[in-house]
């Protein structure tokens, strides 16, 4: 946490010192944030301090912090841009290179069939929604198994002679009556 923070002291100076102007604040700050961030290790928490030194023109908060820790190598998307790659992203979706697993994980919670029949107005609130669990998730320490891939038959199935095409389609019409 020592390492986290003089990072930020280093890169937001005048916000780090008006922030923390004396050793008792800095202390109780430094135990909030070790606690809020206790699901993470210490090199994902100075990742994260890196990433908010690179993305974050502001000291950041715990909010954010948690936020920048859980995004790790991959990068998790801010849920818009997420909901617009969940989107546009081609079928099969799982064969799909996602930014994150998260966001595939969050289209399938939504539902990919009311994401791409729904307006943005009503599709967005839900896979936000969504998102926004499995990002808690992920904050919490949880992974995400990648998607799984969707794979051809190796070998094709023979087609059917005109003999048993035919019983075949008796034994369809003797189950529905036709």
């Known amino acids: ?6 990072l930020l002291k280093l890169s937001y100076h005048n916000q780090f010192n008006a922030a923390f102007p004396d050793v008792q604040t800095l202390n109780h700050a430094k135990r909030l944030w070790l606690e809020s ?3 993470f290790s210490p090199e994902q928490m100075v990742a994260g301090a890196k990433r908010a030194i690179k993305q974050c023109e502001y000291l950041p ?3 954010r912090m948690l936020q920048l820790c859980a995004e790790g190598d991959g990068g998790l998307p801010e849920a818009r841009a997420a909901y617009r790659e969940a989107c546009n992203a081609p079928s099969p979706k799982a064969n ?3 930014s994150h697993p998260a966001v595939y994980h969050a289209g399938r919670a939504a539902d990919w069939f009311f994401l791409a029949n729904n307006p943005e107005s009503s599709a ?3 896979f936000a929604a969504h998102y926004k669990k499995i990002c808690e998730r992920l904050m919490a320490g949880e992974s995400l198994p990648a998607p799984q891939q969707v794979q051809l038959e190796h070998q094709p199935a023979k087609p059917l002679s005109k003999a048993e095409n035919a019983k075949k389609l008796a034994e369809l019409r003797a189950q529905l009556k036709i």
């Open 1 to 6: 946490m020592n390492e986290v923070f003089g």
């Open 37 to 39: 961030l206790a699901g």
């Open 61 to 63: 908060t715990v909010h």
């Open 96 to 98: 799909y290179r996602w």
């Open 124 to 126: 967005y609130p839900v």
